[in-house]
Structures are given as C-alpha cells and as structure tokens.
C-alpha cells in the first residue's frame, strides 16, 4: 500500500509512520507534506496513493482546501485534535476521522474499515452515523503536556507547569512557572487549537498566556492594557487593542 502523509508537526508524522510500520512493514510513506500549497503541487505531479492520511490544520490553511484546488478521488483518514469538522470532513473522500493523539488500536481500526470498504467498493451508511454518532459525544481532547529537546535529551513539560508562550524569531517557546523556557514545535496558531481556551488566552500575535499567570493588570489611556506575568518578561507585555474587549470577557468567565 502507498500512502501519503500531510501534517505539519514533524513528531506527528514521525509518530504515524512508525505506527504504519508497526501494522504493515510494507505500508510505503511515499511523501511526508506540511502545508496545502505542497500538497497540491504533490498531487498535480504524481500518481494518486491508495490512501492519504491528512492533518485538517495545516502550516498555510486548512486541508479542505487541497480537494478545491485538485481534483481528488483518493480516500482519506483525516487527523486532528478537534472534532468541530467532522461534518465537513465526510463530505469529500474521508474514510474516517482520528483524533490526535493517535491511538494505534484506532489507526488499525481506520485501516482496516479503510481495506473494507474499498474492496467490497461500497460504504456503509450505518457505520458512518455511528461514527458522527460517537464523535459527537467526545469532549474537546486538549494537550496536557509538550516534548521539548534539551541538548541531545527528551522530556516532558506539563501544562499545568506552564505559564506562558511567546514567539520570537519565527520560534515558539514555552515558559513554566519556574522560569525554565523550551522550544516547542508548534505555532501560536496551532497552540490555539490544542490548548483550553478557558485556561489560556491569545493576547497579542507575539503571546499565549496562562490566566494564573497574570500578577497585574494596568489599564491605560485609549483603552491599553498592560500586564505583569510571572515569571517576568523582559519586555512589556500589552493585549493588543483589538482584543482588549474579548480579553476583557475572557477574564470574567
């Protein structure tokens, strides 16, 4: 089987491929694809795979795209860490729908509804509700901890230890309660999606915070506001003026 895999978190991808491995040795990754700009010209270039294991949030957009620029006719198992598209996903090729992180009994499962219903050339509607069925019932799955690389050493990282994100030079760290400050492979946009919205807040383009984080907040002319984090930054930290309002909602829920 030759199959592709568009995600733009690297350690996802690395993660799936190995599960792949572990089900079929010969299970073929014939391209590894972050983005829907790359996806298209993959597709427009080559030969369709039998199966195409898709990330919805993607480093340009979301892969929903992809089907409006190609025209695809190529089964997908789409991966996300949210259910909120599960609709839309069945309305082009979706075979199934996983939630991140990967489980692999239900990668197996997705395979092998895949093998199904591709040979017997027909899909079963009944399986389909169940499906929608039992999604709908799942809770938001958000991230409770991050790998973060220390030299040539792995570990982990709690969210409850952390109380901040911040990027600078097209870098993302983290920053625990402590004061410990980490790499993290993700974008502010992605960690939007991955962290508890009632825990943590988008203030700027440059900062995620922790509400726990928050010592002081001072109020300005024309509406500014200013915050004291802990542990400190260096520089100031401001809401940008166009969340001040949705910030201000945020604080009271």
Do not use: C
Not at 79 to 98: G, H, M, Q, R, W
Not at 185 to 196: Q, Y
Not at 213 to 218: P, S, V
Request: without cysteine.
């Amino acid at each position: 089987m030759n199959v592709i895999i568009i995600e733009d978190e690297h350690l996802s991808a690395q993660r799936l491929q190995a599960m792949l491995a572990k089900y079929d040795p010969s299970i073929t990754v014939l391209a590894e694809i972050p983005s829907v700009a790359e996806a298209v010209q993959w597709f427009r270039e080559n030969k369709d795979p039998d199966l195409v294991f898709m990330d919805i949030h993607l480093e340009d957009g979301q892969s929903f795209s992809i089907f409006e620029s190609v025209n695809l006719d190529v089964p997908v198992i789409f991966t996300t860490a949210f259910d909120e598209y599960t609709i839309k996903a069945f309305k082009v090729n979706s075979v199934d729908y996983l939630m991140k992180p990967l489980n692999y009994e239900e990668l197996v499962k997705a395979i092998e509804k895949f093998k199904r219903i591709h040979s017997e050339k027909q899909a079963s509607g009944k399986s389909l509700e169940q499906l929608l069925h039992s999604l709908q019932k799942k809770e938001p799955d958000y991230k409770s901890r991050f790998l973060v690389s220390i030299g040539s050493r792995l570990m982990t990282v709690e969210v409850d230890d952390i109380h901040y994100f911040y990027s600078a030079e097209k870098i993302t760290f983290l920053v625990t309660k402590d004061n410990h400050r980490y790499p993290v492979d993700f974008s502010l946009d992605k960690l939007s999606l991955m962290l508890d919205p009632a825990v943590f807040y988008r203030i700027n383009r440059q900062m995620m915070v922790k509400l726990t984080a928050i010592e002081n907040i001072h109020v300005y002319s024309k509406g500014r506001i200013k915050l004291d984090l802990s542990p400190a930054m260096k520089e100031d930290v401001f809401v940008s003026l166009d969340k001040v309002v949705e910030f201000k909602e945020w604080l009271g829920k």
